[in-house]
């Protein structure tokens, strides 16, 4: 081994293992996140940290279409509002590929005009396309001050991150889904004055929901009856009924 590829070893190294602690750092930030907004913080500070990137910034359409910033580093307010919505792909698109851009002042392909990089003082760039759903939702951005000759090993840990983000992206756009429907089931229940009960046949314990628990005087706290709380609460048609369990 040449002497500098000694000296380059150790550098390597550090690089691998601020690599490995970024996408562990963000795999847990994604487990304990609340909300999009605080995975999409802990992966722009991590891409800064750990990539040597000097900003960072992750990008999202929202429903109307248009590609906004969700978070950011470093980057100014004037600069943010110049390149809102513009995006090298489609929202939707299914194959996608990222873009990097060694230097920015040597390429007439970005959709952003070189004066406006050039007074932000971005040389470099890579687009990296976030996935789900079965197509494109978004993008994050790493900017560079200077020239950089993006390695394939670098992408390769770009196209991690952005796998780890837009699964967060999915499972939070799920969860809400969720909920949402949860919410309009309980606004009809309360519109229709109408109560659910369900039972486990392992356990005969009755589950109930709020409206219903309204409905029969019962505590509005009380999520479950036994069996033989539950047929004192209801009436002789519904009690004959359940013995049919």
């Not at 909300?35 to 929202?62: C, K, M, N, T, W």
């Not at 993008?139 to 000759?149: I, Q």
């Not at 840990?157 to 889904?177: D, L, P, S």
Request: net charge negative; hydrophobic share 40%; with cysteine.
């Amino acid at each position: 081994m040449s002497s500098s590829g000694q000296k380059r070893a150790p550098q390597e190294q550090q690089s691998e293992v601020r690599q490995l602690e970024l996408l562990l750092d963000l795999a847990a930030a994604i487990s304990h996140a609340k909300g999009p907004h605080e995975i999409y913080r802990a992966a722009v500070r991590g891409l800064v940290h750990s990539l040597s990137a000097d900003r960072a910034a992750i990008r999202i359409f929202d429903t109307d279409g248009v590609l906004r910033f969700k978070e950011s580093v470093s980057l100014s307010e004037d600069y943010r509002a110049a390149v809102e919505d513009r995006s090298p792909w489609q929202r939707g698109t299914v194959d996608v590929q990222p873009i990097v851009v060694s230097d920015v002042s040597q390429t007439t392909s970005l959709s952003v005009d070189r004066q406006v990089l050039a007074k932000e003082g971005i040389r470099a760039m890579a687009f990296i396309p976030l996935m789900a759903n079965g197509g494109l939702i978004g993008t994050f951005v790493l900017y560079y001050n200077a020239r950089h000759e993006f390695q394939p090993e670098e992408i390769r840990v770009f196209q991690a991150i952005a796998t780890h983000i837009a699964r967060a992206w999915a499972r939070q756009h799920v969860e809400k889904a969720l909920r949402d429907s949860e919410e309009r089931l309980l606004f009809a229940q309360r519109a229709a004055h109408a109560g659910v009960w369900d039972c486990d046949p392992h356990t005969n314990v009755i589950l109930i929901s709020a409206e219903y628990a309204k409905l029969h005087g019962l505590a509005s706290d009380q999520p479950s009856l036994t069996h033989e709380e539950w047929l004192a609460s209801v009436g002789e048609t519904e009690a004959s009924t359940a013995t049919n369990w």
